[in-house]
């Protein structure tokens, strides 16, 4: 059987990132300027995440409206 490539490890496409944890632009956003804050180690949810990771995601959501542009232009969500 092929082993399946995760559809989520593109770490190339990094706009932040630390030790447990890595955020990017969504290719299918749900709404425009969507972002996906990603744990390194595979989980089913993030109920599954360690209280450690949990802590790892958080910075990420604050970060993202002060440092990343939309490349399509598309302005930070002001709400989630």
């Known amino acids: 059987m092929m082993e399946q490539k995760c559809i989520l490890c593109h770490e190339e496409e990094a706009l932040l990132q630390n030790e447990l944890a890595w955020a990017r632009y969504d290719k299918y956003p749900v709404s425009p ?10 989980v089913q949810s993030y109920f ?7 802590l790892a995601l958080n910075p990420h959501h604050r970060s993202l409206p002060r440092c990343c542009n939309h490349p399509a232009g598309i302005p930070y969500p002001e709400a989630f």
């Open 33 to 42: 300027g969507h972002l996906l804050i990603i744990t390194r180690r595979h």
């Open 48 to 54: 599954d995440s360690t209280p450690k990771e949990r």
